[in-house]
Nanobody, 124 residues
Framework: QVQLVESGGGLVPAGASLRLSCAAS????????MGWFRQAPGKEREFVAA????????YYADSVKGRFTISRDNAKNTVVLQMNSLKPEDTAVYYC?????????????????WGQGTRVTVSS
């Protein structure tokens, strides 16, 4: 069992920045692929970003590329999503996810554990 807890969401104006954090409980955190997904009202959960076990390989959705940065600190069992230049369309509940087996992936069904989410609202 892996437990993930997100934090850092909030209400911000367009153009602002937020830093989301995810704290993981797993002993083998360093071997997990970690990802961020988001779900806007009335929409399906969609991929945002992922980082491999080493932190050296990242993958981003086109909609956030150049604005968001994913990183991890295996010693602290944390994953961070730095979000800059936020847009109203970024409004969603953001979820941290862990993929136990495999490499970086963008499908929600390819991840094994999920946090409860943290809400991000970007006003126009």
């Amino acid at each position: 069992q892996v437990q993930l807890v997100e934090s850092g969401g909030g209400l911000v104006p367009a153009g602002a920045s937020l830093r989301l954090s995810c704290a993981a409980s797993g002993r083998t955190f360093s071997s997990y692929v970690m990802g961020w997904f988001r779900q806007a009202p009335g929409k399906e959960r969609e991929f945002v970003a992922a980082v491999d076990w080493s932190g050296g390989y990242t993958y981003y959705a086109d909609s956030v590329k150049g604005r968001f940065t994913i990183s991890r600190d295996n010693a602290k069992n944390t994953v961070v999503l730095q979000m800059n230049s936020l847009k109203p369309e970024d409004t969603a509940v953001y979820y941290c996810a862990a993929r136990i087996h495999g490499t970086v992936a963008a499908g929600r069904h390819e991840y094994d554990y999920w946090g409860q989410g943290t809400r991000v609202t970007v006003s126009s």
